[in-house]
């Protein structure tokens, strides 16, 4: 009450002062032209004298809020931006609701029988990398009842195991398992993280219950009665999972659908009387693809982290079937073409499922090139690109005398191991994106050799210090000493992988990989001359690389390789002195050929994916 008096009193008196100034009259002009500008001068004040006031008079009506009012209303204001965000959230999950929906509709359309539904959209489910190091079972195996605290207690008597090979202590009484819950516990208690197990079999049967069409169609009985649950269990227990599916040796598809199987010319199904007799579903057909990628999508959905494809190939011994049979509409496209085009489409009708691929491939793939001379449909390069992982069955039992130097290859299996991963990493080399190497590691004896746990430790080893530490393990009995999977005090000691020093992953040093490189060039063995090659320095196919040599007509008819030096910088850089003599492929003004040597020049070699390669001449 006081401050509207103070302020009342205070107009009043300004009313005064106004009334009295205009009240004055001068005759003097200047003091008329000073008096107007007083004025104006008076009238600006008093305008904002005036509206001071009113802020001030309008500011005094107003009500001052209470602290508790203040949070009441900023707790209005949150809980209407809350419902706000909860309404659009709702509306955007409404609509991905719509759109699967949707884009399940036209799925249906488009797979008809072989289709099966994308992961749920509240899936969370990345791709899962570790380094494998996987048993192997069959359907059989892994149909088998298990019981967590019977694998609990096989974990502890294979840790005992352990303890005594470490230290001497005493190891515990073996408890009685069945082979599914040992292989379980090997995966807690040892270097064993994964298991990979049937989901079609050697014999094209799927091993579970399925809820797609065509599977159903094509199978009547099955194995494991909860493949889900099973998946659960070993994730609960920090197990990696694998599902194995056998692709084009499929008996069971073949006698349900026999027009999808490779045909003889002179009609009919062809049998394969080096296989069983049995029939082989053609690897070029589109509707077999679709086939085993819907067991590959169901399993996958149940939660696999990893597809394995096994017999991903055509029948061996092609040149004794090749001129009788008939595949169909191959579109001028060879074996290897089909093998990697599936797995192109594999990839690519995956991928919505988060799960890794890895293919097997014969253990000569390594070393062979162009499918040459088995002709079955693998190539190395034309496969690496398009999977995670490349699993050559190197198994020491499957090579003849003479391989890897060996008088027999089944009784040394660290050399046979070496090599062939050797020859993988020189050829994933040569990709820009190439897959990992995991090989299959022969878990069985074989031919009166006891293939016992130093026999498989070797092998684990072998690839260990060429630095691939993943592995899987074939046994088809699903028979495994614990032993073999427990590193001896030596193997934990040692450093991997090994250091070789100046020489790559293909024991060759700077001199010996260009010696090579141009003895390639001297024979026509384009395929070292590509191996050879740095990535950046040439085509991505290797008919394109080889086309080229062969239009620009050179030809080294001459060479000497000398020492090497490493970059004082760089390890991964080296220097090659040589001479070499070089028919360019051109002709002089008078016809001859133009004819290039040099003496004690410097070649510059990459060491690039752990192989030297040319980098400049």
Known sequence: MKKIKVVFL??????????????????????????????????????KDNDEISEKLDESNIPQMTEEEKKAVEEKERIAKEEEEK?????????????????????????????VPLLPLDTEKTKNKIDVKALYATGFTACM??????????????KSLEANMRDGSSVLPEPSVNKW??????????????????VKDDY???????????????????????????????????????????????????????????????????????????????????????????????????????INFDYIRFPDNAKHYNSIVNFGETNGKTKDEAI?????????????????ISCDVFGIVTRTWEDYPDNIGQTWIKMADDVDYVCPMSYPSHYGPGWYGLDNPNANPYAVIRGSTSEALEKSAALENSAKTRPWIQGFSWAGIDYGPKMIRDQIIAAKELGVDEYLIW????????????????????????????????FRNPSEALKHYLAGMYYKRYSWVYLLTMVEN??????????????????????????????????????????????????????????KSEKKVKWTLIKENGIWKLKTK
């Open 10 to 47: 205070f107009l009043v008196i300004s009313l005064f002062v106004i009334s009295c100034g205009c009240g004055l009259n001068f005759n003097d002009a200047d003091v008329d032209k000073s008096e107007d500008e007083n004025s104006m001068e008076d009238k600006t004040d008093i305008s």
């Open 87 to 115: 309404k659009i959230e709702l509306e955007r999950q409404e609509k991905l609701v719509s759109d699967r929906e949707e884009l399940e509709k036209s799925r249906v359309e488009k797979y008809g029988e072989f289709y």
């Open 145 to 158: 009842a298990y019981d967590q605290s019977k694998i609990d207690e096989y974990a502890k008597y294979v």
């Open 181 to 198: 819950e040992k292989i379980i516990a090997l995966a807690k208690s040892t270097e064993i993280n994964s298991i990979v197990f049937d």
């Open 204 to 306: 094209g049967s799927v091993t579970y219950k399925s809820d797609v069409d065509i599977i159903n169609q094509a199978n009547e009985r099955y194995k494991i009665a909860d493949l889900k649950e099973v998946i659960e269990f070993l994730h609960d227990n920090g197990i990696y999972t694998i599902a194995r599916i056998v692709t084009f040796k499929d008996k069971n598809f073949a006698e349900k659908f026999p027009d999808h199987c490779i045909q003889k010319k002179t009609g009919g199904v062809w049998y394969d009387p080096y296989n069983g007799n049995v029939a082989w579903v053609n690897p070029y057909d589109k509707y077999v693809w679709d086939y085993d990628l819907s067991v590959a999508k169901e399993v996958s959905l149940m939660g696999f982290d990893e």
């Open 340 to 356: 990697s085009d599936f797995l192109a489409y594999t990839k690519s009708e995956l991928e919505p499922y988060h799960v890794n």
């Open 475 to 506: 046994s088809a009995s699903n028979y495994y000493n614990p032993r073999a999977y427990i590193p001896t005090n030596e193997e934990v000691e040692a450093t991997y992988p090994e250091d070789l020093g100046d020489n790559d992953y293909a």
């Open 538 to 595: 040439r085509p991505e196919s290797y008919d394109d690389f080889e086309h080229n040599i062969i239009e620009s007509g050179e030809k080294y008819t001459d060479f000497d390789v000398y020492d090497y030096s490493i970059d004082e910088n760089n390890k991964d850089i080296a220097y090659v002195e040589l001479d070499y003599i070089l028919d360019t492929g051109k002709k002089d003004e008078d016809g001859k050929n133009v004819i």
